[in-house]
Structures are given as structure tokens and as C-alpha cells.
């Protein structure tokens, strides 16, 4: 259910917008673009839907599969090909790279978001890939929880 009424103050809230918002864990940058919430007359922030943040965060871990990740061969020392063609990824993966994802979740306008990590780039076809899709899998949490709290999302309520 989403809420009419601000829980701090009691004023109405409004759906609107928040341009931009950012978050970093790790190695893990996200900026968040476009996102719905709810807003009251006194600037305090809510989610569109209490569930939202979780909502995010499954969605998230389901897209994040569509990203492109590196092959790991060997036991003890791990080598990484290109997922796309094969080669060995000889450069490190230091290259910061954002990949642009159009957030669709029930009753909730589209947006998007951004996760930029470091990414190794195939020497050969020049296809950038993710290293851990794993490690990835464990910043998003935080580094979206930092962004809402530097948006001063009121969370909780
Ligand atoms: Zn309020
Ligand atoms: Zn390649």
C-alpha cells in the first residue's frame, strides 16, 4: 500500500522524482536515476512502496545476471577469458566501466540505474566484462543503501 501521509510529520506526500542518487561499496559504484518516490510539503522522502528496497535489490540480482562476465579457468591460479571470444584477458582489470540497466518493477514508473566497477577489456574483441558477478552481487546492498541515505530517504517506515 503506498502511503498519503508523511510518518514524520503528517503532511500529504506527492509522487515525485529524484534525478540522481549514488552509492559506493567496494569496487561497486551505483547511481540510480529517475527514481519515484513519495514526497511531503516538508521535503521528507519515502519510498513509492515500503517493499521497494527489497524489490530493487531482487530485481537487481536477477538483471545482474545479463551482465557480461569474464570465464574463470584453474583450480588455484584462476586465468579469465573473454566471454565473448575466448581470448585470455591479459590487461587488468582496472578499467572503470558503468553498465546502463532499465529498472522495471511492479506498479513503480521505469527507471534506470548505473553500476560501474572495474571491468577487464578482451585484448582482442575489446568486449567489456565483469570480473565477479559474485563480488557485485554482494556491494549492491550497501551501495544502495549508502545512495538512499545520502538522498535522505526516510527508510523503515
Ligand atoms: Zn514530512
Ligand atoms: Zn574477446
Redesign the pocket.
Known amino acids: 500500500m503506498a502511503r498519503s501521509h508523511c510518518p514524520l510529520c503528517k503532511a500529504k506526500v506527492e509522487p515525485s522524482v529524484l534525478d540522481e542518487i549514488n552509492g559506493e561499496e567496494g569496487r561497486l559504484a551505483v547511481r540510480v536515476y529517475q527514481m519515484p518516490v513519495l514526497q511531503c510539503s516538508n521535503g521528507h522522502r519515502l519510498f513509492s512502496h515500503p517493499d521497494f528496497p527489497l524489490l530493487l535489490l531482487d530485481w537487481l540480482a536477477q538483471s545482474g545476471t545479463k551482465l557480461p562476465v569474464s570465464a574463470a579457468k584453474g583450480m588455484l591460479i584462476k586465468k579469465y577469458h573473454?566471454c565473448?571470444?575466448g581470448?585470455p584477458l591479459s590487461e587488468p582489470d582496472d578499467q572503470r566501466h558503468s553498465f546502463r540497466l532499465a529498472v522495471n518493477l511492479p506498479d513503480t514508473a521505469p527507471f534506470e540505474i548505473d553500476l560501474t566497477m572495474p571491468v577487464h577489456r578482451?585484448p582482442?574483441?575489446r568486449?567489456e566484462q565483469v570480473h565477479s558477478l559474485k563480488q557485485v552481487r554482494n556491494d549492491a546492498p550497501a551501495a544502495l543503501a549508502h545512495a538512499f541515505k545520502s538522498a535522505q530517504m526516510t527508510a523503515g517506515m
Open positions: 573473454c565473448a571470444c581470448e578482451c582482442k574483441c568486449k
